[in-house]
């Protein structure tokens, strides 16, 4: 096993030159530009196994069959698969957010988390992965903070499924042709035909009525499911999801809190081009009163909460709006759109008192209609 370092001094340009110093915040952000899968790296040492989380990983040689993975210099599994020359990948299926999650922390005991077995290198391979690979250390290259393991490799074994994503700080899903049509069908369904909570969602149905691959009707349920609009019976069968007032309650409060947060940093400092596009969406419903299949195009309060310009907040945001939005309270009893302009009326101001004070009238609002839904 090698160890090399080749490369251009840490001061010379491609042309020669002194080099312009790149801020490691904003290069973060450039690189969080690209799409990847999300694998699992492993190896078994002294007893232990260990395991990380990473999105750096491809192919390098088809003939020898060969792969690179790259781990932070100094982590305990770079350290154990330097010690050990070999390594698992374990490439992670759409429904595993929270395995990667979990192995990208601090977490004392990942394995214990996660059901795995041990492959024929004797290295631990996350269960019900997309695809495993056993690989060899043949070299390792020092590269800035990481290490780049060239791997050799030993097996390699896929199984059906779709790929966990990372974009932009966050995991999520790929939606390729038909997959976006086949969600965006499955989600009018329940949005805007108004299927009650606990309606089937037949599989056998769907294909036929959307003439749709399986597989596809499968990853729209899924990413549904993750949205909390669709959820399992007692006998494991899709269907339309439900929501409990109190979790409802509380999801508001969280958004609540984000947007408030959002204005302390944003307001006064906002470009009149943001303003701009945030009041062009002041008359429209907020999500959680859609009005058209495919929600009606970004959402007046994200495009509030992406002034913050982050990410890994507005997926979190995201998230807690997605759950909110429950077929059980119609358009007809949304919040007005004076919120929203009130809003963009303190924004123009640099008024943060009137911001705050819209945000919580319109999640008062919200919650109200939420407690008249639920009364019935």
């Not at 790149?22 to 799409?35: E, N, P, Y």
């Not at 390729?176 to 989600?187: E, Q």
Request: charged residues 25%; hydrophobic residues 40%.
């Amino acid at each position: 096993m090698n160890d090399t370092t080749e490369g251009l001094s840490p001061t010379e340009s491609l042309s020669g030159g002194p080099r312009r110093r790149i801020v490691a915040a904003d290069f973060r952000r450039v690189m969080g530009q690209f799409a990847s899968g999300v694998t699992i790296v492993s190896t078994r040492d002294g007893g232990r196994d260990f395991g990380a989380t990473a999105s750096a990983f491809t192919s390098l040689s088809l003939d020898p069959p060969m792969v690179l993975a790259c781990l932070f210099r100094g982590a305990a599994t770079e350290e154990a698969i330097r010690r050990t020359g070999r390594f698992g990948i374990s490439i992670l299926r759409d429904d595993q957010g929270a395995v990667a999650e979990c192995f990208a922390s601090r977490h004392p005991d990942r394995f214990s988390t996660v059901d795995y077995r041990y492959g024929e290198a004797g290295v631990p391979l996350i269960k019900d992965a997309l695809a495993h690979v056993e690989c060899r250390v043949s070299e390792a290259v020092k590269g800035g903070t990481h290490t780049v393991f060239l791997g050799s490799v030993h097996s390699a074994v896929r199984y059906d499924g779709r790929p966990l994503a990372y974009f932009a700080g966050a995991f999520g899903h790929f939606l390729v042709g038909d997959d976006a049509a086949v969600y965006s069908a499955i989600r009018a369904m329940i949005l805007v035909d108004g299927l009650p909570p606990g309606s089937p969602l037949s599989v056998p149905h769907l294909v036929e009525s959307l003439s749709a691959e399986p597989a596809a009707v499968l990853a729209a349920l899924k990413r549904l499911t993750a949205e909390k609009r669709v959820a399992r019976d007692p006998q494991g069968e899709y269907v339309v999801g439900g929501l409990d007032l109190r979790t409802a309650l509380d999801m508001i409060s969280a958004s609540r809190t984000i947007e408030v947060g959002v204005a302390e940093l944003t307001v006064g400092w906002v470009e009149e081009s943001d303003l701009t596009s945030l009041a062009r969406l002041a008359d429209q419903p907020c999500r959680a009163f859609p009005r058209s299949a495919d929600g009606a195009g970004p959402d007046f309060h994200e495009r509030l909460v992406a002034l913050a310009g982050n990410p890994r907040l507005l997926n979190h945001y995201r998230e807690l709006s997605t759950v909110t939005a429950h077929t059980g309270i119609g358009p007809g009893e949304a919040p007005g759109d004076s919120d929203h302009a009130a809003i963009v009326t303190g924004y123009r101001d640099g008024n943060l008192s009137t911001v705050i004070s819209a945000i919580d009238r319109h999640a008062r609002r919200l919650r109200e209609a939420w407690q008249r839904c639920a009364a019935g």
